[in-house]
């Protein structure tokens, strides 16, 4: 009785299905659990969309963010940005995202996401971007209904940051962007 090996085409064709079922608009609620033990909230709404052609990699995504409540959020941490736009492209395991990691917060160059699929509903992406090291688990929940989240920010070697997301999906996917 031989094993095989699943194929990449068979791997990246769930990634890409993986991805497909997070279109839509989510709204997210944060919490932000800081190293100094300051904890913040915030409600985030996210768009994901996708392209219909890839302008490069095997698909693209598109991802827009925009605050629902601060909860005085950004007054207190100006570092993070509260809108903005960032497209991904899915190149067989790696995510490249056309900003810095954090929700676009270190504005940065772009950055490299390798992902490992857990099951049918889990990702894992791991990240490296400038000083940081970011780990994110995403995991779809009820029938893709839900999305949870939990992301861990080490700085320099030292656990910074960690996350909570529950997201819930308020739109199905829309229309597919033009290139």
């Keep these: 009785m031989s094993t ?3 194929s990449r085409i068979q791997l990246d064709s769930n990634l890409r299905r993986w991805f497909a079922r997070n279109l839509g608009l989510w709204r997210s609620r944060r919490l932000y659990f800081f190293a100094d033990g ?3 909230r915030v409600d985030m709404m996210l768009r994901v969309e996708a392209f219909s052609e890839p302008i490069e990699g095997e698909a693209v995504y ?3 963010w925009w605050p629902d409540q601060e909860f005085d959020f950004f007054a ?3 570092g993070f940005v509260p809108s903005g736009t960032m497209d991904a492209y899915l190149c067989g395991h790696q995510l490249q995202c056309s900003c810095g990691y954090l929700g676009g917060n270190l504005g940065g160059s772009p950055t490299k996401s390798q992902i490992r699929q857990v099951d049918e509903h889990e990702l894992i992406f ?3 971007d400038q000083e940081w090291d970011i780990l994110e688990h995403i995991r779809l929940v009820d029938q893709d209904r839900y999305r949870a989240r939990s992301i ?3 700085k320099d070697g030292e656990l910074e940051l ?3 997301h529950h997201e819930l999906r308020v739109e199905a996917a829309g229309e ?4």
């Design 126 to 128: 791991e990240s490296h």
């Design 152 to 154: 861990y920010s080490w």
């Design 176 to 179: 597919v962007l033009r290139g």
């Design 76 to 78: 207190r941490k100006p």
């Design 62 to 64: 598109r991802f827009t």
């Design 4 to 6: 095989a090996v699943p």
């Design 162 to 164: 960690a996350e909570t």
């Design 38 to 40: 300051e904890a913040l």
